[in-house]
Structure formats: C-alpha cells, structure tokens
C-alpha cells in the first residue's frame, strides 16, 4: 500500500486560455513536511485551490489519501488555512473556535485551547474579543490556532507565517515539531526560504506554473553549488 497522502498527477489548469500548471506532477508522503516555494504568482495557490477543489482542473488527477480529490470524503481528514484568512468579524475569538472545530468535528476543550493560544503567543483574553478587534498577527494566530486543535492527519497550510513577528514564527515552528512528532504530514507554501531550510523534509519549486525542482533544501543546494537555500532557489528560477 502506497503512504502517499497527497498525489498530483499531470495537473493542468488555466484561465482565460492563459495556463497557470502544466503537467504538474507529484507525492507527498504520510508524516512528511513539505513546502512549496515560488515567486508570486507561481501558480501555488492555484494548485492548493485545485487540490481543494475550490476550482476544476484542466487535465490530470489529484488524490488525497488515495480517494478522488472531488469527493467530499478526501478532505475529511485535512485542516486548512488560506493566505488571506478572515474570519467573521462578529464572531469572538471563543465562537470561531467552538464553530470550526465543530465543523472538523473535534471537541472544544477551554484548557487545550488556552494552551494553543499561550503556544502562539496569543492571549487568552483574545478568546472574548471581536474578530474586527483583531489585528493582522492575532487573525493569524487565530486561524493557526483552530487548524492546530483540529487533530487532522493533514495540514494544507498558505503562508502561515505571514503576518507573524519573529516570536510567532518560531513558536510556530515549535507546534509545527510537535506535529512532526505525531507523525502528522504538514504541505504549506512559503516565501520563507530558512524557514523551510530548518523544518522541511522535501520541497519543490514552482515556477511559470512548471515543477522545476523536487527534493530535499540540501540536494537543491547541491544541484546549483549554493552555499544556502536563497542562492539555489535563485539559480533554479534562472535555469
């Protein structure tokens, strides 16, 4: 049996007859941490939107835990956070918790939740206030937070550190270790090249909606002579 959990095979999409993928083809295997670097508008949002079924493919196939990624069933066991995440701004911190977990159908538990916001570097009182009170950082963590409590196998993460001060970022790299240890697979974009030079198994690059590279932050290094993941990242684009 394959432990592949996400597989993308041949993914072709576009716009307006402009493409965004071609052929993009690859696996991520079960307890993996793997990251997806590009420049903007590389086309790794669309791809996480294709996986999501958020829009249709093209051409090509994508499964998730080996069930068709338009069947509802493939997405029950993954939790995501988008790039420009907002929740409702009428709700308080304390509601959008009980709502999504209710949602992933996981409990609500004051202690575990109050742990997780400590673990953000969030505040408690946060719980109570509006989400308009928020501001760009405290909406972030809220939304790691109710992604992170949601004890799913599979973390589809947009730029989750966007928006993070230095502190966030590293306690979320903590949290994102514990998952690791849990054996639970993480597969997030980023433009935060140390960040997935430190935590990732393997990575791709994507570039002009093509998969230009797909290995380990060393074996890229490796391939261009670089001295760090930015210079080979540079080289790989350029090639």
């Not at 993996?32 to 249709?56: H, P, R, S, Y």
């Not at 202690?111 to 570097?121: K, P």
């Not at 198994?201 to 490796?222: I, Q, S």
């Not at 261009?224 to 090639?239: H, P």
């Amino acid at each position: 049996m394959s432990d592949a959990v996400l597989r993308f095979a041949q993914v072709t999409k576009g716009y307006a007859g402009v493409p965004v993928l071609s052929d993009f083809t690859l696996e991520v295997q079960r307890g993996e941490f793997f990251a997806l670097a590009g420049v903007n508008g590389a086309g790794k949002t669309t791809l996480i939107k294709c996986l999501l079924d958020f829009c249709d493919t093209n051409g090509g196939g994508i499964e998730i835990f080996g069930v068709p990624h338009r069947a509802t069933a493939s997405r029950a066991r993954l939790a995501y956070l988008p790039e420009r995440f907002n929740p409702p701004f009428y709700l308080t911190g304390r509601d959008f918790l009980h709502y999504l977990l209710k949602l992933h159908g996981a409990p609500y538990e004051e202690a575990l939740v109050t742990r997780m916001f400590g673990a953000l570097d969030l505040e408690s009182s946060a719980l109570d206030r509006l989400a308009r009170a928020y501001s760009k950082g405290m909406t972030q963590k809220l939304g790691l937070a109710a992604c992170l409590l949601s004890g799913k196998d599979l973390y589809v993460l947009d730029e989750p550190t966007g928006g993070l001060d230095p502190k966030a970022r590293a306690l979320l790299k903590g949290e994102l270790r514990e998952l690791k240890r849990a054996g639970r697979t993480v597969f997030f974009t980023s433009h935060a090249l140390a960040d997935i030079a430190e935590i990732c198994d393997r990575m791709a690059v994507l570039h002009g909606g093509r998969l230009r590279f797909a290995g380990t932050p060393r074996e890229l290094m490796g391939r261009y002579g670089a001295r760090d993941l930015e210079q080979a990242f540079l080289a790989c684009i350029a090639a």
